[in-house]
């Protein structure tokens, strides 16, 4: 055994048992090679979570991640019309296996099973019979996704990774001959995608486990003054400005942009004009022409003409960054008699922190969900959990990063689709809509006031979390899991009572009294009628289930 896989193995070892002890060392692989593998995407724990598509019938794919000019892709996008031509399509597929060595056999499952559901359409009722119905989904979503942006022209990257604990460097040449032949036979299918395989090793994986992203940033300034010790505001070119905000893949760093509330709104007018404004040089500076950019920062200094910035965030400014992006990235032009705007602010605490993000993003019309833990209620929330021993992450990744165990990080989508399933009763829109069902204003502030108990809202969370584990620990596949723990959490939460659950008997409910059976009662009641009705993730969204669910308590 090489030192590689000793030190991977002690590693993954030391990792599972400290945050997800629950997990077997296969389960913990799976999470931990995506998380490494997709480490510039920083996906939340959920995210990750949401892309593993592993079990009986998977066809060898173990994870499956779309991202559309890097933004990640878990649902059906109801229009495409925002994105431009050139749009970047990413496909990610991760074969995760934790044994030594690369398999043939396993590359050659892979190729047979991208053939089939790698298409802008497939027989969904045929391979239903050889794929499992998370693959189906997933599949089904990028078919839906490329058909409808094919007219956009986009560039699209198929990354292929085979992930086991061995040393890629003794791959033998036959398996490396397969995944060539992959690599072949997709790019037969798309004409001009990019597609790559990656044996992914012990060397790679301990290589990605010690990188941290970077979080010490340098921006190269023309021109600035410092109002004050907090404060810092510049002229910077725009050729440094997209060094600054592009990686070493020459992609925008998401990093920057955690913190900023608004989705790139592409085609729109703004952005037509900021784009004409690249594109058609004249007289007056571009900074004349656009009120630029906010960055926030835990520290900052000044050495010369240049900015060093500990853990920037761009609050305000992701169109015009993203029209940066696209003009240097498209047209590979050096523009270094441009400059734009740059606002370099280091709050001093969390409250000011919000409110400078809020402030700047005044103009936004529908807040996406990262704004909402701006609130002063988030702020409450998180407290409340923490001093139960639960980590509300309102900041993306922030206990991810420090650390903490999976099953005790609540994301925010995780709260919304517990609240959404248990307080106003909609699980199949829970299920449905993951990251955009608090974009709906008057939702939201059902769920989401300081009039609603903590307790409820904390007890909520939990009897979701509790129904989740419960679940794993059964036989039932990933893809009923999925598609009923939404409707099981409803069904135990009424039969407590014999009532729809409200935010009163919420803050009563003991879920520490839950067992095991009555989970397991409660899911298999659903599951009957779920299968009636077809037993589709499509019926898991819709309205007939949660209707009839409904019908049995009144």
Request: one cysteine or more; aromatic letters at 10%; hydrophobic letters at 35%.
């Amino acid at each position: 055994m090489s030192n590689s896989i000793l030190l991977l193995e002690t590693l993954i070892e030391s990792e599972r048992l400290e945050i997800a002890s629950e997990l077997s060392k296969q389960d913990y692989f799976e999470i931990f090679s995506s998380s490494n593998i997709l480490k510039d995407k920083d996906l939340t724990y959920d995210e990750l979570q949401s892309g593993i598509v592993d079990g009986g019938d998977d066809g060898g794919v173990d994870s499956v991640y779309l991202f559309i000019d890097n933004e990640y892709v878990n649902e059906e996008i109801p229009s495409f019309s925002h994105y431009k031509k050139g749009v970047s399509i990413e496909l990610v597929v991760i074969q995760s296996k934790y044994s030594e060595g690369f398999k043939e056999i396993a590359v050659e499952k892979l190729n047979r099973t991208l053939n089939d559901l790698l298409q802008a359409e497939f027989d969904k009722s045929g391979l239903s019979l050889e794929y499992n119905k998370n693959v189906i989904e997933k599949f089904t979503t990028i078919a839906y996704t490329l058909k409808n942006l094919v007219v956009k022209f986009p560039n699209l990257t198929v990354n292929c990774y085979y992930s086991t604990k061995g040393e890629s460097s003794e791959t033998h040449p036959k398996v490396k001959r397969k995944a060539n032949r992959l690599t072949e036979d997709i790019q037969s299918n798309w004409i001009d995608s990019k597609v790559n395989f990656h044996f992914f090793g012990a060397t790679e994986l301990l290589k990605e486990a010690r990188r941290t992203p970077n979080v010490i940033y340098k921006v190269k300034t023309e021109d600035g003054f410092s109002p004050d010790k907090n404060m810092y505001v510049a002229l910077v070119k725009l050729s440094d400005y997209y060094n600054f905000i592009t990686n070493d893949s020459n992609q925008l760093d998401k990093n920057l942009f955690e913190a900023n509330i608004r989705d790139y709104q592409g085609n729109v007018n703004v952005n037509k004009a900021i784009s004409n404004t690249l594109q058609n040089q004249s007289n007056e500076n571009f900074w004349w022409l656009n009120n630029g950019v906010t960055i926030i920062g835990n520290k900052m200094t000044s050495s010369g003409k240049e900015i060093i910035i500990d853990s920037p965030q761009i609050v305000n400014g992701l169109q015009t960054s993203n029209e940066i992006f696209r003009y240097f990235s498209t047209s590979r032009k050096d523009d270094f008699e441009r400059s734009i705007l740059v606002r370099v602010i280091c709050p001093e605490g969390e409250d000011s922190r919000d409110k400078i993000i809020k402030a700047t993003n005044s103009q936004t019309s529908i807040p996406a969900v990262s704004l909402r833990g701006s609130d002063k209620i988030h702020r409450d929330i998180e407290t409340f959990f923490k001093s139960n021993g639960y980590y509300y992450d309102r900041r993306k990744n922030q206990y991810k990063n420090e650390g903490k165990p999976i099953e005790k990080i609540i994301s925010l989508s995780f709260l919304g689709q517990a609240l959404m399933t248990i307080i106003l009763h909609k699980p199949n829109v829970a299920r449905a809509r993951p990251s955009t069902l608090l974009n709906n204003n008057e939702e939201y502030k059902k769920l989401f006031n300081e009039n609603n108990s903590l307790k409820s809202t904390y007890n909520s969370a939990l009897l979701l979390k509790t129904i989740d584990i419960a679940l794993r620990k059964t036989e039932i596949s990933s893809s009923e899991r999925g598609d009923l723990s939404f409707y099981t959490c409803l069904e135990v939460a009424y039969n407590k009572y014999q009532k729809l659950p409200t935010w009163d008997l919420m803050e009563k409910i003991n879920i520490f009294e839950i067992t095991q059976k009555e989970i397991d009662i409660s899911f298999n009641i659903i599951r009957e009628k779920y299968i009636e009705l077809g037993g589709t993730n499509k019926v898991s969204k819709g309205n007939e289930l949660i209707e009839w669910q409904i019908l049995r308590y009144n």
